[in-house]
């Protein structure tokens, strides 16, 4: 069993989150951002007017996520944390937004 000590001495690398809100809306970002691209890769492959292997292309992104999400996954307890205080912003955008239609609403 690994100790919360063990956890927090283990090497972070490279990766560190400061702001998990801006960290959030950049990940929201990038999700939007991969939705596009993979819609303009496969469109054309769906209708059969584009035959090429684009895995060369897409294999560096993937390298790359594969680093992020281990590094992630090496820091459980920081990762806890991360996740917490998304959920605690994703509230307290919910009770701003019910705030601002009850005011448009009265």
């Given amino acids: ?12 690398l ?3 989150i400061r702001d998990p809100e801006r960290f959030a809306r950049n990940m929201a970002q ?6 596009k691209a993979v819609i303009a ?3 054309p492959r769906i209708s059969g007017r584009k035959r ?3 895995l060369d ?3 560096p ?5 594969a680093q992020v999400q281990q590094a992630w996954l090496s820091q ?3 990762l806890l944390k991360i996740q917490i205080k998304l959920c605690e912003c994703r509230r307290g955008l919910g009770a701003l937004l019910a705030t601002i239609e009850g005011r448009t609403q009265s």
């Fill in 61 to 65: 992104v993937l390298k790359v996520f």
């Fill in 76 to 78: 459980p307890h920081r």
């Fill in 41 to 43: 890769y496969t469109e």
């Fill in 1 to 12: 069993m690994v100790t919360q000590a063990q956890l927090e001495s283990a090497p972070a």
């Fill in 30 to 35: 990038l999700l939007g951002e991969i939705s």
């Fill in 14 to 16: 490279g990766f560190e």
């Fill in 57 to 59: 292309e897409l294999a």
């Fill in 52 to 54: 090429s292997s684009a």
